[in-house]
């Protein structure tokens, strides 16, 4: 297998992150959930939660690739139309990896529009 020296000099296997790497990841991870604040603060409450169940249960697959759904998508988000948060018309239900390429996608075009 062929190695790969990190940043701060280790040498790991190619794909998979040293010490100080996963230490340097867990430390923004925990910066940016404190910055983005609880889930009920931005909007998922148990409203939220009972219209989610309600929806998987009526809409089961991913409207992209047909894969049993696990995600329901706000089309417009939250943050944008909090209004409609809570509005059926605009929901749609994704899989997981649907979802987070779509999430990735959004949060690439917005970065830096907070």
Known sequence: MVNR???CGCSV????KCVHELKRQAARQRQNDEERGSSASRGYDKDWSKLRFRFLHHHPLCVVCG???S???H???VRDRPE???EWTNL????GPCHGRRTARDQS???GKR
Not at 92 to 95: E, G, I, L, N, Q
């Open 5 to 7: 020296i990190t940043s």
């Open 13 to 16: 296997p190619k794909g998979s």
């Open 67 to 69: 894969a049993k759904a």
């Open 71 to 73: 995600h329901v998508d």
């Open 75 to 77: 089309i417009q988000s």
């Open 84 to 86: 409609l948060r809570l």
């Open 92 to 95: 749609r239900s994704m899989c």
């Open 109 to 111: 075009q917005n970065w």
